[in-house]
């Protein structure tokens, strides 16, 4: 078929460093894939999916398009179903949903320590449900999630959450581990404890790095997570739909991809995964 279209989409998406991604893992495995990025707000979505041709073959979703996008496309991996959201979108004859934002963050977290008993997430929104998903996933019991609307943030995310407080009396304090899905640049004036010892917290926001939140964290002390590293691993399940259509087909040169990834956005590589500590 010649050059295969893809793209990341949303509002703002000038920032995005998915191109540079998929253009590497399109070179490690010789795919003719010219990958963009188009910012699409939610009342325009469906007018652009009903633009694409048959050279299109795939997308990328980001704010504020993960939930806005699943009733526009009738095919669904059970994940977006049991989430309401999905963030690629594979396309071709029928068109197919998927998340992958819930590995992305199983991988981060595994690899930067755990088991873990407590979690506190910042942000009530669809990232926010993705890294409820994968806390779960890994026999989180305690799942606190802190919002600037807790009433709005219980009745969105069900029962992924175990607990729902404001921002301003997030236990972190209590917490092993401590996903921040707020976008990038905002002060979320969120009390860091004085002293934390090495708790991970994996703030999924890049730009502007590190946040003013992340910042404080590191200086008590706590081990601070890139969201790069995020992007880069649910990235790679995004690469595994677009050629086999399965996010669980692990792609014949895996480990060299992900390391082509990691070197296009200047994360450096060290075994399988990691690390993902900030220098």
Do not use: C
Not at 184 to 212: F, K, N, Q
Request: overall charge negative; hydrophobic content about 50%.
């Amino acid at each position: 078929m010649g050059t295969r279209r893809l793209a990341v989409l949303g509002a703002p998406i000038a920032h995005s460093r998915s191109p540079l991604l998929h253009a590497a893992a399109a070179e490690v495995l010789g795919l003719d894939w010219d990958y963009g990025r188009a910012e699409v707000r939610e009342a325009d979505l469906g007018a652009f999916l009903a633009t694409l041709g048959p050279d299109w073959l795939g997308l990328s979703l980001t704010m504020p398009l993960k939930r806005a996008v699943v009733p526009l496309v009738a095919a669904h991996d059970p994940l977006v179903d049991l989430l309401g959201l999905a963030n690629t979108v594979l396309l071709g004859e029928e068109p197919r949903l998927f998340n992958t934002d819930v590995a992305g963050v199983d991988a981060v977290l595994r690899d930067a320590g755990g088991p873990y008993a407590s979690a506190v997430v910042l942000g009530a929104g669809a990232t926010a449900a993705s890294a409820l998903e994968a806390l779960r996933r890994q026999g989180v019991a305690r799942r606190t999630v802190a919002a600037r609307d807790p009433a709005r943030a219980a009745a969105e995310l069900g029962g992924l959450a175990t607990d729902v407080v404001a921002l301003s009396t997030a236990p972190l304090a209590e917490a092993d581990v401590v996903v921040v899905t707020l976008p990038g640049g905002a002060d979320p004036e969120v009390p860091v404890p004085e002293r934390i010892a090495g708790v991970p917290l994996l703030d999924v926001a890049y730009d502007p790095w590190p946040s003013r939140l992340g910042a404080a964290w590191r200086a008590a002390g706590g081990v601070l997570l890139h969201g790069l590293d995020l992007l880069i691993e649910q990235a790679l399940i995004q690469v595994r739909i677009f050629t086999t259509g399965d996010p669980e087909q692990r792609l014949s040169r895996e480990d060299t991809v992900r390391q082509a990834m990691r070197a296009a956005v200047g994360r450096s590589m060290v075994g399988p995964v990691g690390p993902f500590m900030e220098d």
